[in-house]
């Protein structure tokens, strides 16, 4: 089987949102008084003060140093609030900060025994595609974990995963469709998105133009087909040609990965 490393969303946030006027607060030296503040604005009904905590958690997320010092000091705290607003920019932003917090792989695991999978779950039937591509991506990065894998899937992840992966969006369908690769790493996985019909999206996807997309597909297919009777429903569905044309991509990984899933199918 195969996997995939976690991903990062790097640089500012897809939108501009209002100044901070946060800019002090150093996750560093901060104490339980900058935190407990902080919590505040997070529970406040001023999205303004929203917009600012989310921002500032979500540029903050982006550098290495700083992922697991948020979590260990209450970040998701933080984020549970923020992810429940009414305002779609500062639900953005809070997927935006959970998904450069997932790359860490001690926050996957804390992350999945906090609310963190939960929080990330209900943000994918947001109605915004920013919100679900990074909560897709984030969902995509816990589920690098082999024990996540089997949370994400406890907690109702994966039939919303496969409704985005036949998103109109190229970006929410790309991270949707990682993140049932990382998922399809585990038996029971491999069987349930077949059920809940990850099959017909992620087959649909292949004849998209995007690079990266294709190799999501390829890279899910090749894990989806080590299961047996996925074999089969696969082979069904014209995915012998499907992978055909993977196979022949330019692009190396989709090829090596297209190339290892009709090997699982027999072919060579």
Known sequence: MDETHARLSRGRPELDVVALTLSDFDFVSARDANLTRLIA??????AMLQREVAEKLANE??????QLQIV????LKLLMPLTQSR????QRLAAHA???????????IIM???QGIGMLVDLLSIDSTHVQRQASKALANIGVNTDNKKKIAAAGGIRPLV????????AVAIEAVAALANLAVDDANEVRITEEGGLIPILACANASSTDLQSQVARALRNLSVNRDNQRIIISMGGITTLGKLRN???????????RALANLGMK
């Open 41 to 46: 604005y997070a529970e406040c009904a001023d």
């Open 61 to 66: 997320a982006v550098k290495p140093e700083r």
């Open 72 to 75: 260990k000091r209450g970040g």
């Open 87 to 90: 305002d779609v920019d500062v």
């Open 98 to 108: 959970l998904a450069n917090l997932s790359v860490n792989a001690q926050n996957q």
């Open 112 to 114: 999945a025994e906090g």
């Open 163 to 170: 409704r985005l992966a036949g998103s109109s969006s190229v």
């Open 249 to 259: 991509s330019r692009n190396s990984r989709t090829s090596q990965q297209a190339t």
